[in-house]
């Protein structure tokens, strides 16, 4: 394998050498820097190898094949199994438990499993982004079919259109029983759905009253969970067929026309592509850019495909100002690590419940605004648990102690050296500074790295079979996961 | 605005400390010196610690208006029974999963503030919580935590623009969890989160010195920025995790507390209090209070689960002799609905009250229960601003100028009493204690804090591991209340020792670690 170029060294090194210059534009650059940015953003980074593959095609070409969808077939057996539970006993009912518990395990582990599967991920991360986005939590909907049903339907939507999208997401029985739906009846509303439609889903708190939510809610009532498939129905029976007044509109408005409202409405774009523009380029949006894509998003009729293409493809995505802006959330920085250092057969439990300790549990967000994100993902507790996770990775542990099952991230530092094809020490400090981390490091913490490598080794002996290399190799890579700036993507 | 936003508006921490400052590290071991000091000056101990509902606690299904018809129409499905309600007066009384709390409110420690919200309320739970715990107007947003503020006010940054922590031995706040609160956001890093003091401990001596580089420039870009923030919180959990430890170690819970979040929570704060810490305000929280559906099962475990916990947490409180320098102050975003729902639960409301407990409180009712006919459509309207009861704290309790934190003059109730409290001598010890030493491991001497009930005659002495006694620190007779021995340990070989305090009908022992 030849050497990575090493452009990129001197650029890290020039913008922290002279941090005032000129931002980077990127306009004429596409290499492997901005390859390795835009596949850390879009998927959970890259192996050297793929890294080199990817920065050799056009960036346009890379951006379709990271929109391309795939629709897996069903994993398990059990999803199409129905939950009904009436009439159960005692005994039926604590096996349903310990059953249930075990297929959200499953169910978990196979979705990072496929997280972690290749460089072209963007639909399956688009999946954490909307499962954050449209939330249920696994406390309040337990059953296992309808959480992979929901799972699946994030899936079918995640990169289509958005109208639709928020159509299917109301009548699933996941959101049905999280926010109350199958409880909001003619007559006797619940409006805890409507009001988060509004407030967290669709517009964003601002730009509707509590009349809205309450004429909403109306529209939105009658939906119930067929128990004989796991799908969800409207029964006429507890539906309120009156006439409706919602953001100035007054009709017989179903729950469907409640959401093509909702698309009616300019705050809707902005407030869909505020989010994504946070989350993809920067947590402090250019509201500029944001309002362009939101006109983009209006005149395509709220497909979601244009709007990413549009980012994937603007030279701001990949200036200074918005490389390294974010902090990893917990899956990023877990799955990063294991790509990174092409660790892809993995103990996928593991990386399921280190993610959960430091913070994100997939089908577990907090409460029903999701992960907080950025800041929110750190504090004194959580940094030091970051930096635990990264050393244990390298030297081998796990940061759960609890319930030990598996065998932890493994992964072959030797193998990992040696991949970079030299025999320097200080060559592959750089190296590995340029494939680990987003931004650059100063001169005196790249010094400590490296005599973590040559540990008294003179650098002319030093190599990758000098004696008592390996321990020297994963003390040097420990430190490097423990950087803050290995937080930072 | 959301938290999400405003968490990234958070100023730039410029220039602080890049290289963890490694005196801390010596600190660790603490000492007589800082014990003694903090006992010494008993008005710089006062602590508040805040229990936090999530979700939106329901008030009148917890202060319940028991004589009112009105609440009972309302809730056909979900209202207590009168006969089941703890009355504590004619009209008002507790649901009976509080009962534990019962006690503290006759003895006239427990106070209920009747009817707290704010204007013009807004129902979304996030906006809400932000409405708290910013001490914000409905719609202007702050950007800062209340408690934020006032740390940085009372602890400005000096010129490097690091906070001036003084003598402190601890984070100004601790909150119990794995994020920190809105309400501490400020200036700068002010509070530590953990979920357990010696893992947090261990996680960060395992981190170490990460960043051993230069100190940065002032950040240039959004990463260099997010990168300076990283390090200041990595510096801040370097410099308190070795005072979190020893004060863990240097105490014991006096009781054994329920095995249930909140009460662990607790536990984990009378611990830290208990063992010297300097800080001033602890944060505990507990969630599921949005009862949108089947309500009343899961209302009651929630209402058990907090009366058990401040019940345990009190009477830890007094056991350890720290009763009269702790407050309580429990709150929740908003109250809910009058009426229930078609779910068997409640939806989002308004104003609710506010418990406050402690000895230095004024026991009883402040204020009349909102009117039930009188409504903002269907929503209570409140009787007290939250940001009165935050005035209430910050002048009463730790005799700050409130208006320079929440911007304008919030009038105060009369709710603590802090004439009587603190200054006065301990609270009598309700039984016999002996506390763990301080510090432990020690060299040369070191203190035990211990109580009686009642004066007695009584022995304290030092055996060694074969179970001869080396020493006698007191005997003879003692007054009731608390006390402190020191033994100085000076000639005698590193080890462990046992401190044994004996009277007739009981024998106290206590392990402690002579290291040389």
Redesign the interface.
């Known amino acids: 394998m030849k050497n990575p170029s090493t452009e990129n060294i001197a650029y890290l090194r020039g913008r922290r050498k002279d941090?005032?210059a000129k931002?980077h534009t990127g306009i004429d650059t596409w290499g492997p820097a901005q390859a390795r940015h835009l596949l850390r953003r879009t998927g959970f980074s890259a192996t050297v190898q793929e890294v080199e593959t990817v920065a050799a095609l056009p960036r346009d070409q890379v951006v379709e094949l990271l929109l391309t969808e795939e629709f897996p077939d069903k994993p398990f057996a059990w999803i199409d199994e129905p939950y009904n539970p009436r009439g159960w006993t005692r005994e039926q009912r604590q096996q349903w438990q310990a059953t249930n518990r075990e297929r959200l395990r499953e169910l978990r582990d196979w979705w990072f499993r496929r997280l972690l599967r290749g460089p072209y991920n963007l639909q399956e991360k688009m999946l954490v982004f909307w499962h954050g986005h449209f939330v249920i939590e696994q406390s309040n909907v337990k059953v296992a079919q309808y959480m992979y049903n929901y799972q699946a339907m994030l899936r079918r939507n995640a990169l289509g259109n958005f109208g639709t999208f928020v159509k299917e997401m109301y009548k699933e029985p996941a959101m049905l029983i999280y926010l109350?739906g199958r409880?909001n009846?003619a007559?006797?509303?619940?409006?805890?759905f409507a009001?988060e439609l509004l407030?967290l889903f669709t517009m964003?708190?601002g730009n509707y009253t509590?009349a809205d939510i309450k004429e909403a809610a109306r529209a939105l009532t009658g939906w119930r969970i067929r128990r004989e498939d796991n799908s969800s129905y409207l029964d006429l029976r507890r539906y309120d067929a009156d006439q409706k007044t919602f953001l100035g509109k007054s009709g017989y408005f179903t729950g469907d026309h409640i959401i093509d409202i909702i698309l009616e409405q300019d705050a809707t774009a902005l407030f869909i592509c505020r989010k994504i523009y946070?989350w993809l380029v920067?947590?402090?949006p250019d509201e500029a850019r944001v309002s362009e894509l939101a006109t983009l998003f209006r005149s395509s009729g709220y497909e979601i495909k244009p709007v990413l293409r549009s980012i994937l493809n603007s030279d701001y995505f990949y200036e200074?100002?918005?490389?390294?802006?974010?902090?990893k959330p917990p899956i990023q920085l877990v799955l990063d690590t294991a790509r990174l250092f092409d660790a892809t057969d993995q103990d996928f439990n593991y990386l399921s419940r280190a993610s959960a300790v430091l913070?994100q549990e997939l089908f577990s967000p907090p409460?029903?605004?999701g992960w907080?994100?950025?800041?929110?993902w750190?504090?004194?507790?959580?940094?030091?648990?970051r930096?635990?996770f990264g050393?244990l990775a390298i030297k081998g542990g796990r940061i759960d102690r609890k319930n030990y099952r598996g065998t932890g991230l493994s992964i072959d530092t030797m193998q990992f050296a040696r991949s970079f094809g030299t025999d320097s020490a200080r060559e592959l400090i750089d190296l590995w500074e340029q494939h680990l981390l987003?931004?650059g490091?100063?001169?005196?913490?790249r010094e400590?790295l490296l005599n973590l490598l040559l540990e008294g080794a003179e650098e002319g002996d030093w190599s990758l079979n000098y004696p008592g290399v390996e321990d020297r190799v994963k003390n040097s890579l420990a430190?490097f996961l423990?950087?803050?700036?290995f937080?930072?993507m | 605005m959301k938290r999400r936003e405003f968490i990234q508006c958070m100023l730039p921490v410029a220039g602080f400390p890049l290289v963890f400052p490694m005196w801390s590290v010596a600190k660790t071991l603490g000492g007589p010196s800082e014990l003694q000091r903090f006992l010494d000056t008993p008005e710089d101990g006062r602590v508040l610690v805040l229990i936090q509902l999530s979700g939106g606690n329901d008030g009148l299904n917890t202060v319940i208006p028991y004589s009112d018809d009105l609440y009972y129409n309302a809730r056909p499905n979900l209202a207590v029974p009168a006969s089941q309600v703890i009355g504590l007066n004619d009209d008002l009384g507790l649901h009976p999963q509080l009962a534990p709390l019962r006690p503290l409110f006759d003895e006239g420690r427990l106070a209920i503030v009747q009817g707290v919200g704010y204007p013009n309320p807004n129902r979304s739970h996030f906006k809400s919580t932000d409405i708290w715990l910013t001490a914000s107007d409905s719609d202007d947003l702050q950007d800062t935590g209340w408690l934020g503020r006032y740390f940085d006010l009372i602890a400005p940054p000096d010129a490097e623009g690091n906070p001036d922590n003084g003598d402190s031995f601890g984070p100004p706040a601790i909150q119990i969890g794995l994020t920190s609160s809105l309400a501490l956001l400020g200036k700068n890093p002010k509070g530590i989160s953990l979920t357990d003091p010696l893992a947090f401990y261990n996680l960060v001596n395992r981190q170490g010195d990460s960043h051993s580089g230069e100190p940065t420039p002032e950040p240039q870009t959004p990463a260099e920025r997010e990168l300076a923030f990283l390090r200041s919180t990595a510096a801040a959990a370097f410099e308190y995790a070795g005072d979190i430890r020893t004060a863990a170690d240097n105490s014991t819970n006096s009781v054994e507390y329920p095995d249930e979040s909140l009460a662990q929570q607790l536990a984990i704060v009378a611990k830290l209090i208990a063992g010297g810490l300097t800080t001033r305000v602890y944060i505990v929280s507990i969630k599921g209070f949005d009862t949108h559906a089947s309500q009343v099962n899961r209302h009651e475990t929630l209402l058990q689960a907090l009366g058990n916990a401040i019940a345990t947490f009190q009477q830890d409180l007094d056991n350890l002799g720290i009763a009269d320098r702790v407050v309580g102050m429990v709150f929740s975003e908003f109250g809910r609905r009058i009426r229930e729902n078609a779910s068997l639960g409640t939806d989002h409301g308004t104003a609710a009250p506010m418990i406050f407990f402690g000895n230095a409180v004024k026991g009883g009712f402040h204020g009349p229960h909102p009117s039930l006919s009188d409504t903002l459509g269907g929503d209570l309207k409140h009787i007290h601003d939250f940001r009165q009861l935050y005035a209430t704290v910050l002048e009463q309790w730790f005799s700050f100028d409130s208006q320079q934190v929440l911007g304008a003059a919030f009038p105060t109730l009369s709710l603590l009493d802090t004439t009587t409290s603190v200054k006065d001598a301990p609270a009598m010890p309700s039984e016999w204690f002996l506390s763990q030493n301080f510090p432990n491991p020690f060299n040369p001497s070191t203190s035990l804090r211990y109580g009686l009930p009642e004066s007695s005659e009584i022995d304290i002495a030092v055996y060694n591991m074969l179970g001869r006694q080396i020493a006698t620190l007191f005997r003879g007779r003692q007054s009731a209340g608390q006390h402190t021995v020191t033994w100085d340990a000076s000639g005698h070989a590193s080890g462990v020792y046992l401190i044994q305090l004996r009277s007739p009908g009981v024998k106290l022992t206590r392990t402690v670690q002579l290291v040389k």
Do not use: M
């Open positions: 941090s005032g931002p109350n409880e009846t007559g006797n509303p619940n409006e805890n009001r407030e964003g708190i509590e946070s920067n947590p402090e200074t100002n918005n490389v390294g802006a974010i902090i913070g409460n029903v605004a907080p994100g950025q800041r929110g750190i504090s004194p507790l959580l940094l030091a648990t930096s635990a050393e987003t931004i490091i100063d001169d005196v913490t400590n430190q423990r950087l803050p700036e937080q930072l």
